[in-house]
């Protein structure tokens, strides 16, 4: 069954767009992870956290998620950091994905 679409005012299309962006980073921060295992868990976490909150109707309590979202992409982004700062040997399942 298709959800209907909510009618966007003008702050919820800019909280639309500021989430969708948020997710990109999120996404791309995730992936600097030299580490397989660090990478998919944070790749997933991403994906989850978002498929979670897509019923949150509310304005202000979307623009709260997004701030926290924030934060974790500024953690995720130093993690990622000190992953590549120490590399660790290739995983096995990471030479079957490049194949």
């Not at 909280?15 to 660090?38: C, D, E, I, K, V």
Request: glycine share 8%.
């Amino acid at each position: 069954a298709e959800r209907p679409h909510p009618p966007w005012t003008m702050a919820g299309l800019e909280t639309r767009t500021r989430t969708l962006g948020l997710f990109r980073q999120l996404m791309r921060a995730s992936a600097g992870f030299s580490n397989y295992n660090f990478r998919e868990y944070a790749l997933r976490r991403v994906r989850l956290g978002f498929r979670e909150h897509t019923t949150v109707g509310d304005s202000a309590a979307a623009l709260k998620l997004v701030h926290e979202g924030e934060r974790q992409l500024e953690l995720l982004r130093r993690q990622a950091t000190i992953s590549q700062l120490y590399p660790q040997g290739s995983h096995v399942l990471e030479g079957a994905v490049a194949k």
